[in-house]
């Protein structure tokens, strides 16, 4: 193989991962996102990122809606219905976010691990503060960080949580994390301080497969700092915990490796969806 060959078999993994990186960058912002953001948003140029939207725009899965910028597409939308989160699966887990926000007065999220990392994929909120936080569906961020990352990181096996570790931790030894991660497991439950947002307290609990223990994603209760110490966070732990144990065999069955769910195709052309969510 020539030199140059070398250097285009270099290349083409990089050109390949564009457009998912751009995507993925752009389901975790607050849309419509201008091209500057999303160029910033993933390191690249404004005309690299634009030749990588106008390619996603041409096959559906981006929308352009002119000077306000970019959003997610409904061909997009299709496929997360596909691979994604089940509506039998959002169907029932919302009563119990909604039970578990009521009684905290505060707000309740349900985060599915993706690979090395956890996604926001459901939320209520039980707080009438006019200036509370929005809960931002698709909302990324690693294992490591946050109560909700933690909650399933503990409880993923070691050789899968040391390659999550080494990867993404920084100024912690690894004894420091094991002895974190071992307290999680104990107590069943992780704590978070203000690590994702800004005087932000959280209590998150694994959703564990009951076959094998595998945490397939959590579920937090969070609300403001000042409200939510330490002991004011753990008084919501027995409830915390015992919904999850209810709703993980669901989670289980919808999405754990025996899942019996089964979809049929949706019709990736329908661009009704995302009008309807601006409505």
Not at 138 to 154: D, F, K, N
Not at 196 to 203: A, E, M
């Amino acid at each position: 193989m020539t030199r140059s060959q070398h250097a285009a078999a270099r290349a083409q993994p990089d050109l390949l991962q564009r457009p998912l990186r751009v995507l993925e960058a752009l389901a975790g912002m607050q849309q419509p996102a201008s091209l500057l953001a999303v160029a910033n948003a993933v390191g690249l140029s404004k005309a690299s990122t634009y030749r990588v939207l106008r390619t996603l725009q041409d096959e559906g899965y981006v929308d352009h809606v002119g000077r306000r910028g970019y959003r997610i597409g409904s061909r997009s939308i299709a496929l997360a219905s596909l691979v994604g989160p089940r509506p039998a699966l959002l169907q029932r887990a919302r009563p119990v976010l909604t039970r578990l926000a009521a009684i905290a007065a505060a707000t309740a999220t349900l985060h599915l691990r993706s690979g090395e990392h956890r996604v926001l994929v459901l939320g209520a909120d039980h707080n009438t503060e006019p200036q509370r936080r929005r809960i931002h569906i698709g909302e990324r961020a690693p294992l490591t960080s946050g109560c909700s990352g933690r909650a399933i990181l503990a409880f993923l096996p070691a050789e899968e949580a040391t390659k999550v570790v080494t990867k993404h931790v920084r100024g912690k030894s690894r004894t420091e994390i094991a002895r974190e991660l071992d307290t999680i497991r104990s107590q069943g439950y992780a704590l978070s301080f203000s690590e994702n947002h800004p005087n932000l307290s959280g209590i998150s609990a694994p959703l564990l497969d009951p076959d094998d223990g595998y945490p397939l994603g959590a579920i937090t209760v969070a609300g403001p700092g000042d409200q939510f110490q330490e002991e004011a966070l753990r008084r919501h732990a027995r409830p915390l915990t015992s919904a999850c144990t209810r709703l993980a065999p669901q989670l289980a069955t919808l999405l754990g490796p025996n899942s019996s769910a089964r979809l049929d195709a949706l019709d990736v052309t329908i661009r009704d969806f995302m009008e309807s969510a601006d409505e």
